[in-house]
């Protein structure tokens, strides 16, 4: 179901323009309009999700198998060194277009740091606590 002001809705409907690489019943794969790197792109679902809570299960599966078909492909025709799949929920976590979606990121050597985090040092109670939390 295509969502008003949703702009990837637009994209899947033609009425905004896109470099399409890709194309089912189900999926558009266009390329990122403001790419992190050469060759991003983006697995779209054709209905509208607002994000990866609200997508089924089934096509949460079928969107992964196509990454991985897409990735294979682009690191072919690419020949870059590497790959991150990202996928963004929630503004706090960077969504900014709420139509789910999946970044293809081609990574090169001496890229840059894209997407990098600083990471944490919790003690091991810390952690114990939090797979308390996560598993009762
Ligand atoms: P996110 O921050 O995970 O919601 O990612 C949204 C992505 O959509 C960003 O990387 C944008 O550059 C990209 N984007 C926004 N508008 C367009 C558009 N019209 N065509 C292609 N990509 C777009
Ligand atoms: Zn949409």
Redesign the pocket.
């Known amino acids: 179901m295509k969502q008003d002001n949703c702009?990837f809705c637009k994209?899947i409907a033609g009425e905004?323009p896109?470099h399409t690489l890709y194309e089912d019943e189900q999926f558009k794969v266009?390329l990122?309009?403001?790419p992190a790197t050469k060759g991003h792109a983006?697995i779209l679902p054709k209905e509208h999700f607002a994000n990866l809570y609200e997508l089924p299960e089934e096509t949460a599966a079928d969107a992964m198998r196509l990454a991985k078909r897409m990735m294979k492909k682009m690191t072919e025709k690419l020949d870059c060194d590497g790959f991150n799949i990202v996928q963004?929920n929630g503004e706090v976590a960077?969504?900014?277009?709420f139509h789910f979606?999946m970044?293809l990121i081609p990574r090169y050597k001496n890229d840059g740091e894209i997407l990098k985090y600083i990471a944490g040092e919790p003690d091991q109670e810390e952690l114990a606590r939090i797979k308390k939390m996560l598993t009762e």
Do not use: Y
């Not at 960077?94 to 277009?97: C, L």
């Open positions: 702009i994209i905004i896109s266009i990122d309009v403001n983006l963004n960077g969504q900014t277009v979606h970044h």
